[in-house]
Nanobody
Framework: QVQLVESGGGSVQTGGSLRLSCAAS?????????VGWFRQAPGRGREGVAL???????RTAESVKGRFTISQDNAKNTLYLQMNNLKPEDTAMYYC??????????????????WGQGTQVTVSS
């Protein structure tokens, strides 16, 4: 089972930036994994934010395109989410997630198995 630990959340004002990190462990070295960031705001369902595959290709949700960037450091088994020009509507709990590679890693509809505990991002106006 993959263990995921997020960090880097906090409170910022509109227009501010944050960088989230997700440290992963427990990967099966014989498998390839898809990883990504999701978020859930109070009273709302969970939504996909950004995905990345093992070649470095990415996909970001329309709501954050041009403001958020996903990246990964394979040597450190760490996933990142750089968030710029934050807006109050970005306020949510942010989670990283992983699953074994089946289908496309850039598909938000695929089911993710392993989840971190989340890190809170709060953006004030």
């Amino acid at each position: 089972q993959v263990q995921l630990v997020e960090s880097g959340g906090g409170s910022v004002q509109t227009g501010g930036s944050l960088r989230l990190s997700c440290a992963a462990s427990g990967y099966n070295t014989d498998s390839t994994y898809c990883v990504g960031w999701f978020r859930q705001a109070p009273g709302r369902g969970r939504e996909g934010v950004a995905l990345i595959d093992n070649t470095g290709r990415t996909r970001t949700a329309e709501s954050v395109k041009g403001r958020f960037t996903i990246s990964q450091d394979n040597a450190k088994n760490t996933l990142y989410l750089q968030m710029n020009n934050l807006k109050p509507e970005d306020t949510a709990m942010y989670y990283c997630a992983a699953r074994r590679w089946v289908g496309s890693c850039l598909d938000f509809t695929q089911r993710y198995i392993d989840w971190g505990q989340g890190t809170q991002v709060t953006v004030s106006s």
